[in-house]
Each structure stands twice: as structure tokens, then as C-alpha cells.
């Protein structure tokens, strides 16, 4: 079943494609020179953890979408699903146990250098330092173009209702609202306190909750959606945002920092032919694509994520539909 739906929406897909112009990327096609023999080991794509308030999946989607990828390029790949901990990728690449990992490029630093990653700001400065601080034997790839950041965010409703348009705008209402977030968010520097120090805000009641893109009783989302809360954190790697016509407060102090997904390998085990297919996938990975691929895996329509991130492929013009 999950095989039709996926060649139904990669047929419709492949019609809408038709239609696009020049600037439709070349897609990852079979290359001779960085294919595999039929004996060698398949390489390993480690799964990322997400930062703190990131639908859960996501990292997971990224895995799969990399792994896709190296296939198209005549690779053989597959997804090792167990998270890796941002303290560990260093061994993880060194010892084998993987060979590729997509990684948030602020997480990633702060695991290999703790210090560098309390210090850097922008998301650029950020993948500067994270490949600065990568030991001999790992080599960074093209980071995705993608900045994803945690924000406040607020319903169009509340934001006509208490005219907010940036963070500097919420510090004389906030105790009138309920906020609501993951449980780390309460505790952390540039969370709940942050929102204290910087903006003046303190709100009237936090509910913990989870993270997830879903109408679900302890959703974050639904807290907002049915005004339990008036006020939420939120990545903006998230498509309830635009799906919701959410409203995402400016963050003039830059409280919440901006990072890129970069995808770390382990020199010498990815044929360099084959990482321009890599390359090519976060060179498509924009901040808006990032949340379609997200939405790709949240609407039902795909049973599996590795459905969800062929089509995600494909819509970009990285794939070809299959026959």
C-alpha cells in the first residue's frame, strides 16, 4: 500500500515538474566512477538528534533524505536509526559505527567544543567554528541553506489583539498570557529566563509540553490552536507555522540563535564524486523546504519516512520518478 501511495504521488509529482524552468536544479543522477562495487558495504547515515523543540522526526527525515540521495549517486547506503548524541559524533565517524551524519551545526559544536559553542553567533560563524573544531579524519560538507532557530510564536489573533510584531513589543502584556513550550525551555539560559532578562517578559503560567506538529492533548501546538496558551515556542523548521498562519515575533536581541544542518563524513569513505549529490540536497535545503519536508511526513499520505523524503526528492527535481 505504502508502495502505490508513494508512485501516485510521485506520478503527480513528476507531472508538476514538467512545468518548471531553467533553474530546476540537475538532478543526482548514477555515477559510474563513484558507484560501489556489488560487494562493497553499504555506507552508514547516522541519524542526528534534533535541538530542543524540534518536531522529533526531523532528524530522521534528514537521514533518510541523505541516504536517498547517495543511492541516486550509484551508492549504496543505509540509516542507522539510533540517534547520535552530539558528544559522540567524533568516535561515532572515527570508529565506522557510521559514515555520514547530517548535524546541527550549533548542537554539533557545542559536542565537540563545548566552549567555541556558548561563544558563536551567527549560523554562519557557527559552521565556521564547527569545521575548525573537527579533528584530522572528518570533513565538513556544503551546510543546507536552511537557518533554523526556536522563536515565539504567536495567532494571528493575538498579535492583532496586543499589536506584536517583535519580542520588544511583548514585555507590557505578558503577564496576561499563558506560554507554552518543551519542559527544557523553562530552564535553559536562552529560554524562559532569557525571555525574562532580555525582553522584560515574564508570563502569566508556562505549560510543558510536547513538541510534536499534531492536534494531540499535550501537543504545544494545540495548546496555542485552542488558546490554552497564547503564546508558544516554536522552530521555524516547522510547517504548522505557515499552514496555521502563525505569526513568528522578531528577535531584535537575537536571544534565540540561528544554526544550519551540515553534514559531517568521515574522510576518505564518501567517494568525492558521490558528495556532490550530498551537496546538491542542502544546496535545495531551504528554509521553506525544510518545512515541506516536514509536512511531507506529518500529512498521512506516506507510510514510511523514507516515502516521505523520495518525495521531498523528487519535488525538488533531485530524483527521477520511477517507472
Not at 566512477?33 to 547515515?45: E, M, N, R, T, V
Not at 517583535?166 to 514585555?171: A, E, F, P, R
Not at 524562559?192 to 515574564?202: E, I, M, Q
Request: hydrophobic fraction near 45%.
Amino acid at each position: 500500500m505504502a508502495h502505490r501511495k508513494l508512485m501516485a504521488a510521485l506520478g503527480v509529482a513528476a507531472m508538476l515538474l514538467g512545468t518548471t524552468t531553467a533553474c530546476t536544479p540537475e538532478p543526482i543522477v548514477n555515477i559510474p566512477s563513484a558507484s560501489q562495487g556489488p560487494s562493497a558495504p553499504a555506507l552508514k547515515i547516522g541519524t542526528p538528534v534534533v535541538p530542543d523543540g524540534v518536531n522529533p522526526q526531523e532528524g530522521e527525515l534528514l537521514a533518510h533524505v541523505y541516504a536517498a540521495a547517495l543511492k541516486a549517486a550509484g551508492v549504496a547506503a543505509t540509516v542507522v536509526p539510533t540517534p547520535v548524541m552530539p558528544s559522540q559524533l567524533v568516535t561515532s565517524l572515527e570508529s565506522g559505527s557510521i559514515d555520514l551524519l547530517p548535524v546541527y551545526s550549533r548542537l554539533a559544536l557545542a559536542g565537540v567544543d563545548p566552549a567555541a559553542g556558548a561563544v558563536v553567533g551567527s549560523a554562519a560563524d557557527s559552521v565556521s567554528a564547527l569545521k575548525a573544531a573537527l579533528p584530522t579524519g572528518i570533513s565538513q560538507l556544503d551546510a543546507a541553506k536552511a537557518e533554523d532557530r526556536s522563536a515565539v510564536v504567536v495567532t494571528a489573533v493575538t498579535a492583532e489583539k496586543y499589536q506584536l510584531k517583535s519580542l520588544s513589543d511583548i514585555g507590557q502584556v505578558c503577564d496576561k498570557l499563558v506560554m507554552s513550550g518543551t519542559k527544557a525551555f523553562m530552564t535553559k539560559p536562552n529560554g524562559l529566563p532569557g525571555l525574562g532578562s532580555d525582553y522584560n517578559c515574564v508570563p502569566k503560567k508556562y505549560l510543558p509540553l510536547q513538541p510534536t506538529a499534531n492536534y494531540s492533548a499535550d501537543s504545544i501546538l494545540w495548546a496555542l490552536l485552542r488558546d490554552d496558551a497564547q503564546m508558544i515556542s516554536m522552530h521555524t523548521s516547522s510547517p504548522t507555522i505557515a499552514d496555521n498562519s502563525l505569526v513568528v515575533l522578531d528577535d531584535p536581541k537575537q536571544l534565540f540563535l540561528s544554526q544550519n544542518i551540515v553534514p559531517l563524513v568521515a574522510t576518505g569513505k564518501v567517494p568525492a564524486t558521490a558528495q556532490s549529490g550530498v551537496n546538491k540536497v542542502s544546496a535545495a535545503l531551504g528554509m521553506d523546504e525544510l518545512g515541506n519536508l516536514n509536512r511531507l511526513a506529518l500529512d498521512g499520505h506516506y507510510d514510511a519516512v523514507t516515502d516521505a523524503a523520495d518525495a521531498w526528492l523528487l519535488q525538488q527535481g533531485l530524483i527521477k520518478a520511477r517507472s
